[in-house]
Protein backbone atom coordinates (compact mmCIF):
# COMPACT_ATOMS: atom_id res chain seq x y z
CA UNK A 1 0.00 0.00 0.00
CA UNK A 2 0.93 3.38 -1.06
CA UNK A 3 -0.13 6.85 0.55
CA UNK A 4 1.16 10.23 -1.12
CA UNK A 5 0.90 13.47 0.95
CA UNK A 6 1.13 16.83 -0.88
CA UNK A 7 2.16 19.93 1.09
CA UNK A 8 3.17 23.45 -0.03
CA UNK A 9 0.25 24.58 -2.24
CA UNK A 10 -0.79 28.22 -1.14
CA UNK A 11 -2.09 31.68 -2.58
CA UNK A 12 0.77 33.43 -4.60
CA UNK A 13 0.65 36.30 -6.56
CA UNK A 14 1.48 36.43 -10.72
CA UNK A 15 5.21 35.87 -11.17
CA UNK A 16 6.45 34.43 -8.26
CA UNK A 17 7.66 30.78 -7.12
CA UNK A 18 6.62 28.05 -4.71
CA UNK A 19 7.36 24.09 -4.38
CA UNK A 20 5.07 21.35 -3.79
CA UNK A 21 6.12 18.42 -2.25
CA UNK A 22 4.98 14.77 -2.57
CA UNK A 23 6.05 12.37 0.37
CA UNK A 24 5.44 8.75 -0.66
CA UNK A 25 4.62 6.12 2.28
CA UNK A 26 5.24 2.47 0.86
CA UNK A 27 8.29 0.60 -0.57
CA UNK A 28 9.92 0.59 -3.70
CA UNK A 29 9.89 4.63 -4.47
CA UNK A 30 12.64 4.36 -6.67
CA UNK A 31 10.76 2.12 -9.12
CA UNK A 32 7.68 4.21 -9.34
CA UNK A 33 6.98 6.90 -11.79
CA UNK A 34 6.28 10.27 -10.49
CA UNK A 35 3.85 12.60 -11.86
CA UNK A 36 2.24 15.71 -10.88
CA UNK A 37 -1.44 16.85 -12.15
CA UNK A 38 -3.36 19.70 -11.81
CA UNK A 39 -7.25 20.57 -12.35
CA UNK A 40 -8.10 24.01 -13.03
CA UNK A 41 -11.80 25.10 -12.52
CA UNK A 42 -13.71 23.91 -15.21
CA UNK A 43 -11.34 22.19 -16.84
CA UNK A 44 -10.41 18.62 -16.73
CA UNK A 45 -6.74 16.95 -14.91
CA UNK A 46 -4.18 17.45 -16.92
CA UNK A 47 -0.71 15.99 -16.88
CA UNK A 48 1.78 19.02 -15.29
CA UNK A 49 4.89 16.92 -15.18
CA UNK A 50 6.46 13.36 -14.62
CA UNK A 51 9.65 11.92 -13.75
CA UNK A 52 10.27 8.38 -14.55
CA UNK A 53 12.43 6.26 -12.97
CA UNK A 54 15.65 6.66 -14.57
CA UNK A 55 15.07 10.73 -13.91
CA UNK A 56 13.98 11.08 -17.84
CA UNK A 57 11.42 14.19 -17.44
CA UNK A 58 8.43 15.28 -18.85
CA UNK A 59 6.39 18.57 -19.02
CA UNK A 60 2.72 19.63 -20.04
CA UNK A 61 3.20 22.20 -22.91
CA UNK A 62 2.13 25.20 -20.83
CA UNK A 63 4.46 24.58 -18.05
CA UNK A 64 7.86 24.27 -20.16
CA UNK A 65 10.66 26.37 -19.12
CA UNK A 66 8.39 27.10 -15.59
CA UNK A 67 8.32 24.23 -13.61
CA UNK A 68 10.87 21.34 -12.77
CA UNK A 69 9.91 17.90 -11.49
CA UNK A 70 12.18 16.39 -9.30
CA UNK A 71 12.57 13.16 -7.34
CA UNK A 72 14.54 12.02 -4.11
CA UNK A 73 14.79 8.43 -4.13
CA UNK A 74 16.30 8.15 -0.55
CA UNK A 75 14.00 10.64 0.87
CA UNK A 76 10.95 8.94 -0.99
CA UNK A 77 10.10 12.40 -1.93
CA UNK A 78 8.80 14.39 -5.42
CA UNK A 79 8.83 18.04 -5.69
CA UNK A 80 7.49 20.41 -8.59
CA UNK A 81 9.36 23.43 -8.51
CA UNK A 82 6.69 26.22 -10.08
CA UNK A 83 8.55 29.18 -11.22
CA UNK A 84 6.76 33.04 -12.72
CA UNK A 85 2.94 31.41 -12.02
CA UNK A 86 0.45 32.79 -13.79
CA UNK A 87 -3.37 32.75 -13.00
CA UNK A 88 -4.32 30.15 -15.43
CA UNK A 89 -1.92 27.82 -13.01
CA UNK A 90 -4.52 27.51 -10.32
CA UNK A 91 -5.97 24.53 -9.95
CA UNK A 92 -5.85 21.53 -7.45
CA UNK A 93 -2.21 19.73 -8.04
CA UNK A 94 -2.28 15.95 -7.33
CA UNK A 95 0.64 13.94 -6.76
CA UNK A 96 0.60 10.95 -8.80
CA UNK A 97 2.47 7.42 -8.67
CA UNK A 98 2.76 4.49 -11.27
CA UNK A 99 4.23 1.47 -11.35
CA UNK A 100 3.25 -1.03 -13.52
CA UNK A 101 -0.62 -1.29 -13.42
CA UNK A 102 -0.42 -0.06 -10.33
CA UNK A 103 -1.40 3.66 -9.53
CA UNK A 104 -2.03 6.07 -6.86
CA UNK A 105 -2.95 9.01 -6.05
CA UNK A 106 -2.36 11.91 -3.35
CA UNK A 107 -5.16 14.14 -2.19
CA UNK A 108 -4.55 17.27 -3.45
CA UNK A 109 -2.70 20.76 -2.53
CA UNK A 110 -4.50 23.61 -3.65
CA UNK A 111 -2.59 26.16 -5.63
CA UNK A 112 -4.06 30.27 -6.24
CA UNK A 113 -2.85 33.00 -8.39
CA UNK A 114 -3.83 35.68 -7.97
CA UNK A 115 -3.02 39.85 -7.47
Known amino acids: QVDLVESGGKLVQPKESLRLSCMFS????????MGWYRQSPGKQREMVAQ???????YYGDSVKGRFTISRDNGEKMSYLQMNDLQPEDTGVYYC?????????WGQGTQVTVSS
Open 96 to 104: NAVSGATEY
Open 26 to 33: GDLFRFYN
Open 51 to 57: IISNYRT
